[in-house]
């Protein structure tokens, strides 16, 4: 009797122990699924569930008003700096180039006279500059000397052309000669024939160069309460023969360094007071985007913390992996995003304050950084759209269609690499359009979208026939692919997602295993949301839903 009392309370502590295991067990289940469908809630749901602020939705809205802002203000000072750069390589063009005409597409000079002329008329008017221009224009100076304009010739080593006996030896080593007239002052109009004492062989000549450089100071910028840059323009004026067909193209190109000025005075300004004003406003924008940082980095490793937990739980328990659609569920592509945005709005800030402080003056590079960074911050705005069922419909139409996108539009680029390089070989020579890879890809995408077909067509009319006959075939074949096949089968992938979308809406949400097992939740309001969950979303929680916190 006491043996079987021995068993029966052996056996019943056995059960005590199973029970307690399998009880534990349960109440681990369902704290992960808590913490999943906690995860996973919007920030109205999580608002209404524990009272949360939505701290991280309220810091992007005043990011994307601060950021705007910032990029208007630092576009309207690129636009000063790009119009003056642009301004004043038109007004070189006017000064140094002899006859130059603003609706000249290439300058051409024929005849031996002609390109004397022009030489001696850039050195001249180098030389009375300061009592030609309008603007604010003057010599460089450095160490107290002026820096002179070069005057260089390219040519061949050796070369002895007779094209009426169809013979010629040449050399093809270049040689190259340079002479530097400084400027004069006063000047001298006696010495001018002098410093230019050197001869051109038509015969060996490949280009002639002149080199000079010219400063000026944008002072627009006073009216603006900016202080204003120093300009250093390096021009070069290249009278090109390399063809030797009989034409020397000449052009003019500049390039400009800006850098501080060494010495500045700006009566009645507020310069300074809105110098510090705009490092105070940028230093805001850095503080925000750097705190919008730390968060959506915080969240990021919460999502791969629990994706971790569920793995291990779907490991031991179901044994199976978690698939690849499971675990991106759990990176935000959205918080991806804002961290790009914040890391590029950051540098660009950063990069600003030294523009404005004169420590750098890389325009270029801040202007990419802001809009870039503008861009991806007004992108986000979507993703707080994506929790309402009318909004939602384009982001997820977009994320259905990119892979069947990508893989078709790689199809597509192939067949459209393949009629640049050929129109770029065949057509070139014949074609202004054709005449570089990059031209042939832009005219042939205006052709795509229905631009520049009829030009296209008539620049090869004087054409020989067999280019003629070609050139029909390829613009029309080109055309018949694209514009009827490629981009109606592009229109095709769209829409064929865009209803697949609706029609799972109408019919009810299609569930993964992740969110079928979140719904498996047996007690809602142990997380904190009791039965408001079961309530559609209220006219006054509108501005709190957006996405997961």
């Not at 690129?78 to 000249?104: A, C, G, P, W």
């Not at 995003?337 to 800030?349: A, E, N």
């Not at 142990?526 to 916190?549: I, M, N, R, V, Y």
């Amino acid at each position: 009797m006491s043996e079987q009392a021995l068993v029966g309370s052996s056996s019943n502590e056995n059960i005590s122990v199973l029970s307690r295991v399998t009880k534990a067990d349960l109440e681990a289940l369902e704290e992960l699924r808590r913490k999943l469908k906690y995860f996973f809630m919007s920030p109205c749901e999580k608002y209404r569930a524990r009272g949360r602020k939505p701290w991280k939705l309220m810091l992007q809205i005043l990011k994307i008003a601060i950021i705007t802002v910032q990029l208007i203000s630092f576009g309207l000072s690129n636009e000063m700096m790009v119009t003056f750069t642009e301004e004043n390589l038109i007004s070189f063009k006017h000064l140094f180039l002899k006859d130059y005409q603003d609706r000249d597409s290439v300058h051409t000079i024929y005849t031996k006279s002609q390109v004397h002329d022009h030489i001696n008329y850039v050195i001249m008017r180098y030389l009375t500059l300061q009592n030609v221009t309008v603007g604010n224009h003057a010599f460089e100076r450095t160490h107290g000397v002026f820096t002179p304009l070069s005057l260089c010739q390219e040519f061949y080593r050796h070369s002895s052309i007779s094209p009426s006996n169809e013979t010629f030896d040449i050399d093809p080593h270049v040689e190259k000669e340079c002479v530097y007239i400084y400027p004069m002052k006063p000047f001298q109009n006696e010495a001018f024939p002098n410093v230019t004492n050197f001869t051109l062989d038509f015969k060996r000549l490949l280009a002639v160069n002149i080199f000079l450089k010219v400063k000026a100071i944008n002072l627009q910028t006073v009216r603006h309460d900016e202080l204003p840059d120093c300009y250093n323009f390096s021009i070069m004026i290249d009278f090109d023969n390399r063809a030797q067909s009989g034409q020397i193209k000449v052009s003019l190109n500049s390039e400009v360094e800006i850098s501080v000025c060494k010495d500045w005075n700006v009566s009645g300004s507020n310069a300074v007071s809105h110098f510090l004003m705009m490092v105070l406003f940028d230093s805001l924008v850095i503080l925000s985007c750097l705190l919008s940082l730390m968060l959506c980095i915080r969240s990021v490793i919460s999502g791969v913390q629990l994706l971790s937990e569920y793995s291990r739980f779907v490991s031991a328990h179901r044994r199976r992996s978690v698939s690849w659609s499971e675990r991106m569920e759990f990176i935000n592509g959205w918080y991806i995003l804002i961290i790009i945005s914040d890391t590029l709005t950051v540098s660009g800030s950063a990069l600003k304050i030294l523009i404005h402080s004169k420590e750098l003056t890389n325009y270029n590079v801040c202007s990419i950084l802001l809009g870039t960074a503008t861009i991806l911050v007004w992108m986000g705005v979507m993703r707080y759209l994506g929790f309402f069922q009318k909004y939602n419909i384009l982001i997820l139409t977009l994320r259905a269609a990119l892979p069947s996108v990508i893989r078709f539009s790689l199809c597509a680029v192939l067949i459209y690499l393949s009629y640049c390089f050929c129109g770029w070989i065949v057509l070139g020579p014949h074609h202004e359009n054709f005449r570089t890879f990059n031209m042939v890809a832009y005219c042939l995408f205006s052709m795509i979208n229905g631009d520049a077909i009829y030009s296209t067509f008539t620049k090869l009319r004087e054409r020989s026939w067999v280019v003629w006959l070609f050139s029909r075939i390829y613009i029309y074949s080109f055309i018949s692919i694209f514009t009827y096949m490629v981009l109606s089968l592009f229109i095709a992938i769209i829409t064929n997602t865009y209803e697949t979308i609706k029609h799972q809406q109408q019919d009810g949400a299609v569930f993964s295993e992740l969110q079928a097992f979140i719904a498996e939740s047996r007690n809602a309001s142990s997380s904190g949301t009791d039965d408001s969950e079961k309530e559609e979303d209220s006219p006054g929680c509108l501005c709190l839903c957006g996405g997961a916190d």
